[in-house]
């Protein structure tokens, strides 16, 4: 990481040597209580120490606001009450053991079981004694001159996620930006995640995106997952990408200071409205908005596309091509997957076989579709709806790192059947309308949808797949809540006469065009 972040080494017995950190004013403390709001995960608990009048409620204190985003949240003192509970980001105790008579009572206090689903700051601990949770972090404050030093000695678990925290804070550094506030933003699936950058009035985005370990060789082709299917695998093919869509007059976000090997970008921010409307869980499609992305895709896929893109240190970047290999390593998601979450007494091996020949065939008719850049994720967490703007400029788009050279009809299939909330039939085709009419009069349309169809089932089938593989693998279990949709859409596509070979073996786990 930056130079400057302090890095943690294994001690005795596997625990994290200490390291102090200077903290000459309140703003200072201020920005450390960010930094460690960011790192906070359930199950975890940070143990603040130090005299009286030290400053552990003033941590504590600007910690909550962090993760509450309230600059302004009242945080009464737990010495009395003992425990004050917060939401935010993720549910936080805020316990002050001073007057605990005896280490017996933590148990009344609900800690162990807080813990399992939220995070804990604990001022006092040492008078919760053996009682108390291993911390996770734990802060030694003191006075020193007219400000604090904080000594902070961390978990082996804890400890990367401080690292990269506090990396994230020297990168900012490093940009001019040592005021910045930081805000969690979002996250996703992958292992990526985002803040919010406020600094006078003007709010960026930060993503971090460490390069990650590509996982096992996959028996059947040696490489693993990652690689055979084309994945990102660090952030130059965001920069890459991102600079070939706006070359093409797109909205995709300027890159305002990057570390490539760290894998960070600070980048613009195209504001926080999407193509739904709102409401809970994300609102329901917006026709106009929809139709606009169609449309933006249109003209996205009118582009000549060059597959190699200069990027820093005359490393180009190259695009991979969507090939046959990484389509069928995808669609294997759903009978390795799916079909054992919906038929777990079946026999999964003579499936996967009929499964594949059938695919085998379909795949085939994808030969004569047109090809493109396909952004891969283009669905509504991706887009970002700018009605101030005009044109192409209203669509505002993300997380495109995935993007590949393929049948470009996969990106409309993925606008109109949005994994995230259910497109009725009559506004996908409006979609398939919208974009075929934006593509002209001599638009091949029959072959266009034939495209359409196929690469809407293959898309679907990996997803059932995934959505299944988050709960199962990753404990996931609020993307099984998606799968209903998938189901649908995957019915609808059946219809299509192209994948007519396909119709009974999805009939086989319940997949019927009738939908029986």
């Known amino acids: 990481m930056s130079a400057g972040v302090p890095t943690f080494r ?8 200490s390291f102090a950190v200077a903290l000459p004013t309140e703003a200072a403390t201020v920005r450390l209580a960010e930094d460690l709001a960011l790192c906070l995960e359930p199950g975890d608990l940070v143990a603040l120490s130090g005299d009286l009048g030290a400053g552990k409620s003033f941590l504590a204190r600007a910690l909550l606001r962090a993760l509450a985003d309230d600059d302004s949240l009242d945080v009464p003192s737990p010495t009395f009450t003992l425990v004050q509970h917060y939401d935010g980001r993720l549910p936080v105790a805020h316990y002050d053991l001073y007057r605990l008579d005896e280490e017996g009572e933590l148990d009344e206090l609900g800690l162990d079981e807080w813990l399992e689903d939220g995070a804990a700051l604990v001022e006092w601990p040492e008078r919760g004694g053996k009682s108390l949770p291993r911390a996770a972090l734990a802060i030694q404050i003191a006075i020193e001159g007219t400000g ?46 985002y803040e919010s950058i406020r600094l006078d009035g003007e709010e960026t985005v930060l993503m971090n995106a460490p390069a990650q370990p590509d996982g096992s060789p996959l028996a059947d082709y040696g490489v693993p997952y990652s690689q055979v299917a084309h994945l990102a ?26 570390d490539l090997d760290a894998g960070l970008l600070l980048i613009e921010h195209l504001g926080t409205d999407g193509i739904r409307s709102a409401g809970p869980s994300g609102g329901e499609p917006v026709a106009e908005r929809y139709l606009a992305s169609a449309q933006m895709l249109a003209h996205l896929h009118a582009q000549p596309v060059s597959r190699t893109i200069a990027l820093d240190k005359g490393h180009p970047y190259e695009i991979a091509d969507y090939d046959r290999r990484a389509m069928v390593v995808e669609i294997d998601l759903l009978p390795q997957w799916y079909m054992s979450y919906r038929l777990p007494q079946a026999d999964a091996s003579s499936f996967a076989a009929a499964y594949h020949k059938a695919w085998e065939a379909v795949l085939n008719a994808l030969s004569k579709a047109e090809k493109g850049l396909v952004l891969r994720d283009f669905h509504s967490p991706n887009i970002i709806w700018r009605p101030d703007r005009e044109g192409l400029g ?56 034939t495209a359409y169809a196929i690469t809407a089932a293959q898309r679907n089938s990996k997803i059932a797949g995934i959505f299944v593989r988050l709960d199962r693998r990753d ?25 007519a070979p396909l119709r009974q073996i999805y009939a086989e786990i319940g997949l019927s065009v009738n939908g029986s």
């Open 148 to 193: 604090r030093q904080a000594v902070l000695t961390a978990t082996p678990d804890f400890a990367p996620k401080l690292e990269r925290s506090l990396g994230i804070r020297s990168f900012l550094n490093a940009g001019g930006r040592k005021s910045a506030k930081r805000r969690f933003f979002c996250g996703d699936a992958s292992t990526r995640s």
């Open 475 to 499: 404990g996931k279990s609020g993307y099984l809540a998606h799968l209903p949709r998938i189901e649908a859409y995957l019915r609808r596509n059946l219809a299509h006469d192209a994948l």
């Open 233 to 258: 695998e660090n952030v130059r093919a965001f920069v890459a990408i991102a600079g070939e869509l706006r070359r093409f007059g797109l909205a995709a976000p300027a890159i305002l200071q990057s």
């Open 394 to 449: 209203r669509i505002g788009l993300i997380d495109f790192q995935d993007a590949v050279i393929g049948p470009i009809a996969y990106d409309v299939a993925s606008l109109a059947q949005d994994a995230r909330v259910t497109v009725p039939p009559e506004l996908e085709r409006a979609i398939i309308d919208a974009y075929c009419a934006a593509r002209g009069p001599d638009f091949d349309r029959n072959r266009f949808e």
């Open 10 to 17: 294994a001690g005795e017995n596997n625990g994290p040597e």
